[in-house]
């Protein structure tokens, strides 16, 4: 009789002769990330997921450090010539994985083909063409320098570099974007080994590589003979893998698998600052919104340290205004403390002794954390519902840019990658930008704002900076939540790899034991 | 088989494929969530920038206007590009496709190999303790979530005990060649014994994890089916007329009884193979179904409409299998 | 058949009360009963036996362990969930939601599914035509990615879950019925009651659908087990009831996040889906065997 443990039996036999080593040769580093590259073209990609795995394999004139400092990288130097003039000096004898020198060309090819309307050919712009702002014009001014000129001043151009890699004008206009899409020919510390589509991108290190940025210690070719990116997109299987040797590295370790790991004797837990800022919007159009009592009731409601304590295990700053502590232009702020009763009371002040009664929008992967806030506004006398919707259509009802919303309060959050105040406060406080939920309207905080996005001295623009942080702590059109931390889970046998806060995974650098 | 019936399946399928996709469109249309917004997110873009993207997305057009020009495109079997790959749908599907249809068939031949042995014997000896084991224990399969019993067999056999892995298809070592797409053909063509088993490894936990509601309900069905078919008129009469019990049983009544589970299977089928997203989540599979999920929410048009044509074409063909099958199992069925 | 089973009933004893003995005697199936019953029960009283309530969260007893668990406390007796909120309150409340989501849903298809089915294998024909391809054109969706687009569409709820889940599962009994109908419309007592003059109504009523509605029983009780499944799957892909409301599935889905740090989580409501579903297949299985005259010892 065939039953199923006999059948498991069997296949589990016949397995047997074949039981090789579970993982991979030692020198392999595994990564076990969250989502599959889309497409391995450094003009044509829109997830952050997708960067972290082409930047391995693509360099760009300008790259971070674990610190997120800017720092050179294909670039040798780099001189602002004018307010809205760049140059660029390239570094000599940068070789593609094909073989091929990487010239000033192949800079300016690449910078083109992500700015101009239809630069990627056939009629198609790319979709990274917003990242790189007023950019009017890229031209080789010597054969080793690329000259950029803007628009209108732009400060936070070095900023933004960091996200466009270079590509090899030969070969693209050879292979076409469809194969663009599927293969690559970059100038980065990794070149492909193979592409296993929703499964794993496998990497080989590239033995001519020039080293890499010389601001960042080693400078050399990479440490390991090879590193995958294993795709395991549900996190208890991806702690799982970690735990079972299978992988080295993982991103976005659940907050409350940090125990398991630490108590895991291989394994350890490295976390890094954050970028994006969690909020909650209040709908200033509404009927209780519009009452700065009410805002300001629900900002002494809500018990930040709690949720940052028990919810994320203690792995997030506090804020009290939209930027990230690690942001420039970050400055202390008063701060609205935790104090129910008098939420209570200035309820009452604003006509509400009752009470009122709400319903707060969150996206399904927050949900937990939004019910821990609605608690503890229904405890203050703003008894709050929460409703689970799905991101596209949240974003469709709350970010509508100027036109009339629905809606009483939105949990949601906006990454600041750049860590540069334009990246977050223009669009979540500017009248009816692109990612202002609360329907916040300030002419004043406009004018700050527009005048510090062109501001050239910096120290004019931090206090500019201080100025608007104040203005919204102010006027409380979001209830300001915190920023949590990037955390992994590593295997003690990865050495010399730190986590960075722009939460991409760079794998130059690191060794394994 | 006449070649007739064939033609009039492949005929029956136009309307099918139709109505498939015009359902698609219009609950597209109706779906609120704009496509070009995901994309952009959080980045910056102007007006003129949005208009172009749009544009180039050919999402400009009128709804009506798109479903004719998808339409006439699918008749040349153009799908369009994906809106996240930069390339043809059709491509980004072949790839994902064979991991989604290996993984089901596997579990299809574990539930159907588990199921039908155990339902007809529960049948035959009703009452007995193996009956009740068998249907007590099928009933467990059925009733715990996929994603919950795949995770408990995770921690269990790969973190637990460490013979089996975690998640993905095969090692990173082995280096098979696509010819089928297929791993388990794959690596026996290469005549590589390692890297099957490797493969066969690594399919134990997901195909157990998709197959055992399948073996359940299959189980439950031939029971059932088996008991009736043993209370008609001809199984009694056979066996009055002195015919050895079990070729009554065996040769006349499983036959009979395997008709609702031929058709629940060819169902259950369909389902395995655009049912099992979570299952590949889960163990990180790289099948068709996550990135159809993804799609989804994504609002990837173009690759969510090919996928449902695909599961659509896939859904015909099997029960056209079925159909077939039935025939054998009892001629008295005319399709 | 029904004729001669009436026949053979000892005269004292009336049909009914021999049936109810013979089911009384099947002690599985009065088992999976009582079960059934005390978790309709716990549904009806929720209120009143809930230890706690069921969304009152507290963050300082996040993940606290089970009673009997060191940490524990017996007040919340089966440990807190991921804000604190009480387990076991919070499965009795869910009972609600979950045993309401699987009537529904298996009421709705597989009457719409009966009724579809006994007229496509009847009368085949055009009639057939028309409801194969519906049945095929929804077929042809892959359940879960028809359920996520109209999810999607209709946004989340309780109604538009039941719907969500019924406007594909009427098609499973239909395609079973039809089978089943072909089948035993080509039988010999069909052809007689034909032959008689019965009308269609009366053979689809009288004649086909008591000898084909084992299989349906069977395959929709199986698949309300399958629907509470679906509902968890459809609170995996964030698409469930909507917070605070507790349901099996989504506690489930919900707590699968910690099963490395606390099993309890996603454990006792899956033993509670497990129990249930376990109990009413049992019991339907057993009531069938007694009061089917054809399953008559």
């Given at each position: 009789m065939?039953?199923l443990?006999?059948?498991l039996?069997?296949?589990?036999l016949?397995?047997?002769?074949a039981?090789?080593?579970?993982?991979?040769?030692?020198?392999?580093?595994?990564?076990?990330?969250?989502l599959?590259?889309d497409?391995?073209?450094?003009a044509?990609?829109?997830?952050?997921?997708?960067?972290?795995?082409?930047?391995?394999?693509?360099?760009?004139?300008?790259?971070r450090?674990?610190?997120?400092?800017?720092?050179?990288?294909?670039?040798?130097?780099m001189?602002?010539?004018?307010?809205?003039?760049y140059?660029?000096?390239?570094?000599?004898?940068?070789?593609?994985?094909?073989?091929?020198?990487?010239?000033?060309?192949?800079?300016?090819?690449t910078l083109?083909?992500?700015?101009?309307?239809?630069?990627?050919?056939?009629?198609?712009?790319?979709?990274?063409q917003?990242?790189?702002?007023?950019?009017?014009?890229?031209?080789?001014?010597?054969?080793?320098?690329?000259?950029?000129?803007?628009?209108?001043?732009?400060?936070i151009?070095?900023?933004?570099?960091?996200?466009?890699?270079?590509?090899?004008?030969a070969?693209?206009?050879?292979?076409?974007?469809?194969?663009?899409a599927?293969?690559?020919?970059?100038?980065?510390?990794f070149?492909l080994?193979e592409?296993?589509k929703?499964?794993?991108?496998?990497?080989?290190?590239?033995?001519?590589?020039?080293?890499?940025?010389?601001?960042?210690?080693?400078?050399?070719?990479?440490?390991?003979?090879?590193?995958?990116?294993k795709?395991?997109p549900?996190?208890?299987s991806?702690?799982?893998?970690?735990?079972?040797?299978?992988v080295?590295?993982?991103n976005?370790?659940?907050?409350?698998?940090?125990?398991?790991?630490?108590a895991?004797e291989g394994?350890?837990?490295m976390?890094v600052?954050?970028?994006?800022?969690f909020?909650?919007?209040?709908?200033?159009q509404?009927?209780?919104?519009?009452?700065?009592?009410?805002?300001?009731?629900?900002?002494m409601?809500i018990?930040k340290?709690l949720?940052?304590?028990?919810?994320?295990?203690?792995?997030?700053a506090?804020?009290?205004?939209i930027l990230?502590p690690d942001?420039?232009?970050?400055?202390?702020?008063?701060?609205?403390?935790?104090?129910?009763?008098?939420?209570?009371?200035?309820?009452?002040?604003?006509?509400?002794?009752?009470?009122i009664?709400?319903?707060?929008?969150?996206?399904?992967?927050f949900?937990d954390?939004?019910?821990?806030?609605?608690?503890?506004?229904?405890?203050?006398g703003?008894?709050?519902?929460?409703a689970v919707?799905?991101?596209?259509?949240?974003?469709?009802?709350?970010?509508?840019?100027?036109?009339?919303?629905?809606?009483?309060?939105?949990?949601?959050?906006w990454g600041?990658?750049?860590?540069?105040?334009?990246?977050i406060?223009?669009?979540?406080?500017?009248?009816?930008?692109?990612?202002n939920?609360a329907?916040?309207?300030?002419?004043?905080?406009?004018?700050?704002?527009?005048?510090?996005?062109?501001?050239?001295?910096?120290?004019?623009?931090?206090?500019?900076?201080?100025d608007?942080e104040m203005?919204?702590?102010?006027?409380?059109p979001y209830?300001?939540?915190?920023?949590p931390?990037?955390?992994?889970?590593?295997?003690?046998?990865?050495?010399?790899?730190?986590?960075?806060?722009?939460?991409r995974?760079?794998?130059?650098?690191?060794?394994l034991n | 088989?006449?070649l007739?019936?064939?033609?009039?399946?492949?005929?029956?399928?136009?309307?099918v494929?139709?109505?498939?996709?015009?359902?698609?469109?219009?609950m597209?249309a109706?779906t609120?969530?704009?496509?070009v917004?995901?994309?952009v997110?959080?980045q910056?873009?102007?007006?003129?920038?949005?208009?172009?993207?749009?544009h180039?997305?050919?999402?400009?057009?009128?709804?009506?206007?798109?479903?004719?020009?998808?339409?006439?495109?699918?008749?040349?079997f153009?799908?369009?590009?994906?809106?996240?790959?930069?390339?043809?749908?059709?491509?980004?599907?072949?790839?994902?496709?064979?991991?989604?249809?290996?993984?089901?068939?596997?579990?299809?031949v574990?539930?159907?190999?588990?199921?039908i042995?155990?339902?007809?014997?529960?049948?035959?000896?009703?009452?007995?303790?193996?009956?009740r084991?068998a249907?007590?224990?099928?009933?467990?399969?059925?009733?715990?979530?996929?994603?919950?019993?795949?995770i408990?067999?995770?921690?269990?056999?790969?973190?637990?005990?460490?013979?089996?892995?975690?998640?993905?298809?095969?090692?990173?070592?082995?280096?098979?060649?696509?010819?089928?797409?297929?791993?388990l053909?794959?690596?026996?063509?290469?005549?590589?014994?390692?890297?099957?088993?490797d493969a066969?490894?690594?399919?134990i936990?997901?195909?157990?994890?998709?197959?055992?509601?399948?073996?359940?309900?299959?189980?439950?069905?031939?029971?059932?089916?088996?008991?009736?078919?043993?209370?008609?008129?001809?199984?009694?009469f056979?066996?009055?007329k002195?015919?050895?019990?079990?070729?009554v049983?065996?040769?006349?009544?499983l036959?009979?009884?395997?008709?609702?589970?031929?058709?629940?299977?060819?169902?259950?089928t369909?389902?395995?193979?655009?049912?099992?997203?979570?299952?590949?989540?889960?163990?990180?599979?790289?099948?068709?179904?996550?990135?159809?999920?993804?799609?989804?929410?994504l609002?990837?048009y173009?690759?969510?409409?090919a996928?449902?044509?695909?599961?659509?074409?896939?859904?015909?063909?099997?029960n056209?299998?079925?159909?077939?099958?039935?025939?054998?199992?009892?001629?008295?069925?005319?399709? | 058949?029904?004729?001669?089973?009436?026949?053979s009933?000892p005269?004292a004893?009336?049909?009914f009360?021999?049936?109810?003995?013979d089911?009384?005697?099947?002690?599985?199936?009065?088992?999976?009963?009582?079960?059934?019953?005390v978790?309709?029960?716990?549904?009806?009283?929720?209120?009143?036996?809930?230890?706690?309530d069921?969304?009152?969260?507290?963050?300082?007893?996040?993940?606290?362990?089970?009673?009997?668990?060191?940490?524990?406390?017996?007040a919340?007796?089966?440990?807190c969930?991921?804000?604190?909120?009480?387990?076991?309150?919070?499965?009795?409340?869910?009972?609600?939601?979950?045993?309401?989501?699987?009537?529904?849903?298996?009421?709705?298809?597989t009457?719409?599914?009966?009724?579809?089915?006994?007229?496509?294998?009847?009368f085949?024909g055009?009639?057939?035509?028309?409801?194969?391809?519906?049945?095929?054109i929804?077929?042809?969706?892959?359940?879960?990615?028809f359920?996520?687009?109209l999810?999607?569409?209709?946004?989340?709820?309780?109604?538009?879950?039941?719907?969500?889940?019924?406007?594909?599962?009427?098609?499973?009994?239909?395609?079973?019925?039809?089978g089943?109908?072909?089948?035993?419309?080509e039988?010999?007592?069909?052809?007689?009651?034909?032959?008689?003059?019965a009308?269609?109504?009366?053979?689809m009523?009288?004649?086909?659908?008591?000898?084909?509605?084992?299989?349906?029983i069977?395959?929709?009780?199986?698949?309300?087990?399958?629907?509470?499944?679906?509902?968890?799957?459809?609170?995996?892909?964030?698409?469930?009831v909507?917070?605070p409301?507790?349901?099996?599935?989504?506690?489930?889905?919900?707590?699968?996040?910690?099963?490395?740090?606390?099993?309890?989580?996603?454990?006792?409501?899956?033993?509670?889906?497990?129990?249930?579903?376990?109990?009413?297949n049992?019991?339907?299985?057993?009531?069938?065997?007694?009061?089917?005259?054809?399953?008559?010892?």
């Amino acid at each position: 009789m065939r039953t199923l443990p006999r059948l498991l039996l069997a296949t589990a036999l016949a397995a047997c002769p074949a039981l090789v080593p579970a993982a991979s040769s030692a020198a392999d580093l595994i990564v076990g990330f969250t989502l599959d590259a889309d497409t391995l073209d450094p003009a044509n990609h829109r997830k952050r997921e997708t960067e972290t795995i082409i930047r391995n394999m693509y360099d760009g004139l300008l790259t971070r450090d674990a610190n997120m400092l800017v720092v050179p990288e294909i670039a040798e130097s780099m001189t602002q010539v004018s307010a809205t003039e760049y140059d660029f000096k390239i570094r000599p004898g940068i070789r593609f994985h094909d073989g091929t020198e990487m010239t000033a060309e192949d800079v300016k090819f690449t910078l083109d083909r992500v700015v101009q309307d239809g630069g990627m050919g056939d009629g198609v712009t790319s979709p990274r063409q917003g990242l790189m702002g007023p950019v009017a014009s890229v031209e080789v001014t010597a054969p080793d320098t690329v000259r950029i000129t803007l628009k209108e001043p732009w400060p936070i151009l070095p900023a933004m570099l960091p996200n466009q890699q270079i590509v090899s004008k030969a070969w693209v206009e050879k292979t076409g974007n469809e194969g663009v899409a599927t293969a690559e020919n970059g100038t980065g510390p990794f070149k492909l080994a193979e592409w296993r589509k929703g499964d794993a991108v496998i990497l080989e290190r590239f033995d001519d590589y020039y080293g890499g940025a010389t601001d960042i210690a080693p400078v050399g070719p990479a440490c390991v003979d090879r590193v995958i990116f294993k795709i395991i997109p549900e996190s208890a299987s991806r702690v799982a893998a970690l735990l079972a040797g299978e992988v080295h590295i993982i991103n976005e370790l659940p907050a409350f698998s940090i125990g398991q790991v630490e108590a895991n004797e291989g394994t350890q837990v490295m976390t890094v600052n954050g970028t994006r800022s969690f909020f909650i919007a209040m709908n200033m159009q509404g009927e209780y919104f519009d009452d700065l009592k009410v805002r300001q009731a629900a900002a002494m409601a809500i018990d930040k340290q709690l949720i940052i304590d028990k919810i994320l295990a203690g792995n997030a700053a506090p804020i009290d205004g939209i930027l990230s502590p690690d942001a420039f232009g970050a400055s202390e702020l008063p701060h609205a403390g935790y104090d129910p009763e008098k939420a209570k009371a200035l309820l009452a002040e604003a006509g509400f002794p009752d009470g009122i009664d709400v319903t707060m929008d969150v996206e399904g992967a927050f949900k937990d954390t939004a019910e821990a806030v609605a608690s503890m506004l229904t405890k203050a006398g703003i008894r709050t519902t929460v409703a689970v919707g799905e991101g596209a259509q949240l974003s469709d009802k709350w970010r509508t840019k100027g036109a009339p919303k629905s809606g009483d309060m939105y949990f949601t959050s906006w990454g600041n990658g750049s860590l540069d105040p334009f990246d977050i406060f223009t669009p979540t406080h500017r009248t009816n930008d692109r990612g202002n939920s609360a329907g916040y309207a300030n002419p004043d905080l406009d004018a700050v704002l527009d005048a510090a996005a062109v501001e050239l001295d910096v120290e004019k623009r931090r206090a500019m900076y201080h100025d608007a942080e104040m203005m919204i702590n102010a006027d409380q059109p979001y209830v300001y939540l915190w920023v949590p931390q990037d955390i992994y889970g590593v295997s003690k046998r990865v050495t010399g790899w730190q986590p960075s806060a722009d939460s991409r995974i760079n794998l130059h650098d690191a060794c394994l034991n | 088989m006449s070649l007739g019936k064939l033609l009039e399946r492949i005929v029956q399928l136009v309307p099918v494929l139709l109505g498939v996709s015009l359902i698609v469109f219009v609950m597209m249309a109706l779906t609120p969530g704009d496509p070009v917004q995901i994309m952009v997110g959080e980045q910056s873009i102007t007006p003129a920038q949005e208009a172009e993207l749009r544009h180039s997305l050919g999402l400009d057009r009128p709804m009506a206007e798109r479903f004719f020009i998808f339409l006439m495109n699918a008749a040349h079997f153009d799908f369009g590009t994906s809106f996240y790959h930069g390339r043809p749908v059709a491509d980004v599907i072949a790839e994902r496709l064979p991991a989604t249809i290996e993984l089901s068939l596997v579990a299809l031949v574990v539930a159907l190999a588990t199921a039908i042995p155990l339902g007809v014997m529960a049948a035959i000896r009703k009452n007995s303790l193996l009956d009740r084991v068998a249907t007590v224990g099928s009933l467990l399969g059925v009733s715990l979530p996929g994603f919950w019993f795949g995770i408990l067999l995770i921690m269990l056999f790969a973190v637990h005990m460490q013979i089996l892995p975690v998640s993905g298809r095969i090692g990173y070592d082995n280096e098979v060649a696509a010819v089928t797409g297929f791993l388990l053909i794959d690596t026996l063509l290469a005549g590589d014994i390692a890297a099957f088993g490797d493969a066969l490894r690594h399919l134990i936990l997901p195909a157990i994890t998709l197959g055992l509601p399948m073996t359940a309900i299959l189980m439950r069905v031939t029971r059932t089916s088996m008991l009736e078919v043993m209370r008609q008129d001809y199984v009694t009469f056979a066996e009055a007329k002195g015919l050895p019990r079990r070729r009554v049983l065996y040769r006349h009544a499983l036959k009979n009884a395997l008709i609702p589970t031929v058709s629940v299977a060819a169902i259950e089928t369909g389902s395995l193979l655009g049912g099992n997203m979570i299952v590949e989540t889960v163990f990180g599979w790289p099948g068709l179904g996550r990135l159809v999920v993804e799609s989804i929410f994504l609002r990837n048009y173009p690759l969510i409409q090919a996928a449902v044509l695909l599961y659509a074409v896939t859904y015909v063909l099997l029960n056209f299998i079925a159909d077939i099958l039935y025939t054998v199992l009892n001629p008295r069925v005319k399709l | 058949m029904t004729d001669a089973a009436i026949l053979s009933v000892p005269q004292a004893e009336s049909l009914f009360r021999r049936n109810l003995r013979d089911f009384r005697r099947n002690r599985l199936a009065m088992a999976s009963l009582i079960v059934i019953l005390v978790f309709v029960v716990m549904a009806v009283a929720a209120p009143l036996i809930a230890p706690q309530d069921p969304n009152e969260t507290d963050l300082l007893r996040r993940l606290q362990p089970p009673g009997w668990a060191p940490g524990g406390d017996w007040a919340y007796a089966l440990g807190c969930d991921g804000l604190g909120r009480d387990i076991l309150s919070r499965i009795i409340y869910g009972a609600r939601i979950s045993i309401f989501i699987g009537l529904a849903v298996i009421f709705l298809a597989t009457g719409v599914g009966i009724l579809a089915g006994l007229a496509a294998g009847y009368f085949r024909g055009w009639v057939d035509v028309v409801i194969s391809r519906v049945v095929d054109i929804l077929l042809g969706f892959p359940y879960l990615i028809f359920a996520i687009g109209l999810m999607a569409m209709m946004g989340p709820g309780l109604m538009n879950i039941v719907l969500a889940l019924a406007y594909k599962e009427w098609v499973i009994p239909c395609r079973v019925v039809r089978g089943e109908t072909l089948a035993v419309r080509e039988l010999e007592y069909v052809e007689a009651a034909r032959a008689l003059g019965a009308g269609p109504r009366h053979i689809m009523w009288r004649e086909i659908l008591p000898n084909i509605l084992s299989p349906v029983i069977v395959i929709s009780t199986i698949r309300m087990a399958n629907v509470i499944i679906l509902e968890a799957s459809l609170s995996f892909l964030g698409l469930g009831v909507q917070p605070p409301t507790a349901s099996w599935g989504s506690m489930v889905s919900d707590g699968r996040a910690f099963i490395l740090e606390a099993w309890w989580v996603s454990t006792f409501p899956g033993i509670a889906i497990l129990l249930l579903v376990l109990a009413i297949n049992v019991a339907s299985q057993g009531l069938r065997d007694a009061f089917d005259p054809r399953f008559s010892e």
